[in-house]
C-alpha cells in the first residue's frame, strides 16, 4: 500500500477488581504495576519525566501521546504497554504502512497479560472500559493515508461520509493531504473480524485514491509528470529543506509513484514521511541538515 504511512493497533484492558483510573488509588496503580512487571519481561518500564529525550522521540514515533508517564518499552518490536492513560492498559503495536503482523504482535502481549492477571469482562458486553466506545473487544486501530488525488478531485465530504456509514473515521491531520482512517466502535466484533475488517476498508481507501489519481491523469498527464520530476529534483538537490516544504515534495511524490511517473522505493518515502514535523521555523542549521537527511535517504535508491 503505497499511500499508507503507517498503521497502529491499541487493545485496551482494565485489572479486575480495581477502579477504573480517575477514582483508582496511586497504591492500586504500583500494584497494577508490579503485577505487569511480573509478566512483561521483554519490556523495560520506561518514566518519561526521568528518561532520555531519545526515548521520547521514539515513543512519539509510534504515534503514541499520553497523559500518562509510564509506559513498558520493547524497541525490537514497536511495542508499547501504556499504563493509567485512559484505561488500565493500553498495548499498541505500530508498523510502518500496513503488515499483517502488527495484530499478532499486539495479541502475543495481550494473551500474555490474560493469562496471568485478571481482568475485567462482561458474557454479554466483553471487555469493560470507562469509555463506552471501546467496550467489546477494547480494539482501535488507526492508519495514516495520504489523499492527494481525492483531496485534488474535492471528493474529500464525500468520501468522509460513505467511511462514516461504514462505522469508521477519516480525519485530515495537520500534514499536507494527509488523513487518519480510524474505527469509531467495536462492540459486538471480535479482536480478528476488527482487524480484518479494517484492512478491507483501508484498502478500498487507497484503491478509491489511486483510480482518483488515473482520472486527474488523463485531463493533466503532463502537469504531474512535470510536478513529481520537479519535486523529486528538488528534494535530490535542496541545500536549505523546510518541512512544510518537504510535505508538498513527499505528497507530490506519492501521487506520481501511483501513476508511474518516477520510481522511487516504498521504504525511502516511508523514510521521508518519519523525517516531516510540524515545525514552522528552522535555523539555517536545522534546514541544511533536514536537506542532507533527503538527499541520504534518497541516494540510497
Keep these: 500500500m503505497n499511500n499508507v504511512i503507517y498503521t497502529k493497533v491499541s487493545v485496551f484492558r482494565n485489572v479486575k477488581d480495581y ?35 531519545q526515548i521520547k522521540e521514539y515513543i512519539s514515533s509510534m504515534q503514541i501521546s499520553t497523559k500518562s508517564n509510564l509506559i513498558f518499552l520493547n524497541q525490537k518490536n514497536n511495542l508499547a504497554v501504556t499504563l493509567f492513560d485512559g484505561e488500565h492498559i493500553t498495548i499498541t503495536s505500530y508498523t510502518e504502512n500496513f503488515s499483517d503482523s502488527i495484530f499478532k504482535n499486539v495479541k502475543e502481549v495481550v ?79 471480535s479482536e480478528s473480524e476488527v482487524i480484518s475488517e479494517f484492512e478491507k476498508v483501508l484498502k478500498q481507501l487507497e484503491d478509491l485514491e489511486i483510480e482518483s489519481a488515473k482520472m486527474l491523469d488523463v485531463e493533466n498527464h503532463d502537469e504531474y509528470l512535470d510536478s513529481a520530476l ?37 521504504t525511502s518515502l516511508n523514510a521521508l514521511q518519519r523525517l516531516v514535523k510540524n515545525v514552522e521555523y528552522l535555523s539555517k542549521s536545522e534546514a541544511i541538515d533536514l536537506s542532507n537527511k533527503v538527499k541520504s535517504i534518497l541516494k540510497g535508491e
Aim: hydrophobic share 40%; charged share 25%.
Design 111 to 189: 494473551d500474555l497479560i490474560s493469562n496471568k492477571i485478571s481482568l475485567s469482562f462482561s458474557d454479554n458486553y466483553g471487555y469493560l472500559m470507562s469509555d463506552l466506545t471501546k467496550i467489546g473487544s477494547a480494539v482501535k486501530i488507526e492508519s495514516a493515508i495520504d489523499l492527494n488525488a481525492i483531496k485534488q478531485l474535492e471528493k474529500t465530504e464525500q468520501v468522509k461520509n460513505n467511511i462514516s456509514k461504514l462505522g469508521y473515521s477519516l480525519i485530515e491531520t495537520k500534514d499536507k493531504n494527509i488523513f487518519k482512517l480510524s474505527t469509531v466502535c467495536n462492540l459486538g466484533f
Design 19 to 53: 477502579k477504573f483510573v480517575p477514582k483508582l488509588e496511586n497504591a492500586k496503580k504500583e500494584e497494577i504495576v508490579n503485577k505487569l512487571a511480573e509478566v512483561l519481561k521483554d519490556f523495560s518500564l520506561i518514566d518519561l519525566t526521568k528518561t532520555s529525550e
Design 230 to 266: 520537479r519535486s523529486l529534483a528538488v528534494l535530490k538537490n535542496s541545500h536549505l529543506m523546510a518541512y512544510d516544504e518537504l510535505k508538498i515534495h513527499l505528497s507530490n511524490l506519492r501521487l506520481g509513484v501511483n501513476l508511474g511517473l518516477v520510481d522511487v522505493k516504498l
